[in-house]
């Protein structure tokens, strides 16, 4: 699976989107962009994933370049709940061998949202 | 629907004891797969189970073993505790329908171990 690099931190005040960059620059074509967050003391949660179209649920949008090197997730209007640590996983869709039920998570990025 | 539940969530233990820890995947899920976060190591994978079988496995010490029950229980085991296995014990299930396609995983509380 590709690496991630994310900022370690980011701030965003209540009510303002929240973009959250990552950078996957050695992704391969069948690996899709997920994204998970973890609140404070509780499970990761699953947010959103693509493979090269952008993509919206209710909770964010997914916006990846064209060449897949770099996504960006959209949270339009944050708020005090969305404190917590958002974390971008490159991996292949189809499981098998190494890849089943595993994600490999790296350091993520600190989302602090302040009033 | 349910989610994923995780007992007990907390526990605290010493040195050389073993434990066991449950998960109930949220239902009609049959695949389980287990990671341990901690300040230093961050979330790692474990290994994964689906019809009872480990299909996956990280580079985790024998120490540490699991088993899946026939309703898609599972549980996980670490035996001969050391300091260094207090942490955060995650575990989550997903949809597997039996071919080959990655479906997104469903986290639980997680059971916190403290090893004194």
């Known amino acids: 699976d590709a690496k991630t690099t994310q900022p370690p931190s980011m701030d965003c005040a209540e009510g303002r989107a929240a973009n959250l960059p990552c950078n996957h620059s050695?992704?391969?074509?069948?690996?899709?962009v997920y994204w998970y967050r973890q609140i404070h003391s509780q499970g990761p949660q699953y947010i959103i994933h693509g493979l090269k179209n952008n993509e919206t649920n209710e909770m964010a949008s997914l916006i990846i370049t064209e060449d897949r090197k770099s996504s960006t997730l959209i949270l339009p209007h944050a708020t005090l709940r969305d404190t917590a640590v958002y974390y971008c996983?490159?991996?292949?869709?189809?499981?098998?061998?190494?890849?089943?039920?595993?994600?490999?998570f790296g350091q993520g990025t600190i989302l602090t949202v302040h009033p | 629907k349910a989610g994923v539940t995780q007992t007990p969530r907390y526990l605290i233990k010493t040195r050389g004891q073993q434990v066991t820890l449950s998960c109930s995947p949220i239902?009609?899920?049959?695949?389980v797969s287990w990671y341990q976060q901690t300040p230093g190591q961050g979330l790692q994978f474990l290994f994964e189970?689906?019809?009872?079988?480990?299909?996956n496995k990280g580079n985790f010490p024998g120490r540490f073993s699991g088993r899946q029950f026939s309703n898609s229980r599972s549980e996980m085991n670490v035996s001969t505790l050391e300091l260094g296995d207090s942490a955060l014990y995650l575990c989550?299930?997903?949809?597997?329908?039996?071919?080959?396609?990655?479906?997104?995983?469903?986290f639980g509380p997680g059971t916190r171990l403290t090893v004194l």
């Open positions: 239902s009609g899920h049959r695949s």
């Open positions: 996983i490159v991996r292949v869709r189809s499981a098998g061998g190494t890849s089943y039920g595993k994600l490999t």
């Open positions: 050695t992704i391969s074509g069948n690996e899709y």
């Open positions: 189970y689906f019809s009872e079988t480990q299909r």
């Open positions: 989550a299930s997903s949809v597997d329908r039996g071919y080959s396609s990655y479906n997104e995983q469903f």
